[in-house]
Nanobody, 121 residues
């Protein structure tokens, strides 16, 4: 089993930055890929970014590419999502997940409770 806990959400003005953290416990962190997803009210959960278990390979949704950066610290069992140049449309609950290196949320086995990010215009 893997337990995930997100932190770092909050309210920020458009153009600002936030860094989300996801602390993992349980199973060996480096054996799983990690992903960030988000869900806005009334919308489906969507892929944001993913990172391989080794931390070498990353991928991003087109909507966040060049603004968001995913990284991991395997020694701390923590994955991060640095979000810059935030836009009101980035407002959502952000979830971290552990599983297979995929853009599909069906491929992730473990999920955190989510952290709210609100970007005001």
């Amino acid at each position: 089993q893997v337990q995930l806990a997100e932190s770092g959400g909050g309210v920020v003005q458009a153009g600002g930055s936030l860094r989300l953290s996801c602390a993992a416990s349980g199973r060996t962190f480096s054996s799983l890929a990690m992903g960030w997803f988000r869900q806005a009210p009334g919308k489906e959960r969507q892929f944001v970014a993913r990172i391989s278990g080794t931390g070498v390979t990353t991928a991003y949704a087109d909507t966040v590419k060049d603004r968001f950066t995913i990284s991991s610290d395997n020694a701390k069992n923590t994955v991060y999502l640095q979000m810059n140049s935030l836009k009101p449309e980035d407002t959502a609950v952000y979830y971290c997940a552990a599983g297979r290196y995929s853009t599909s949320f069906y491929e992730y086995y473990y999920w955190g409770q989510g952290t709210q990010v609100t970007v005001s215009s």
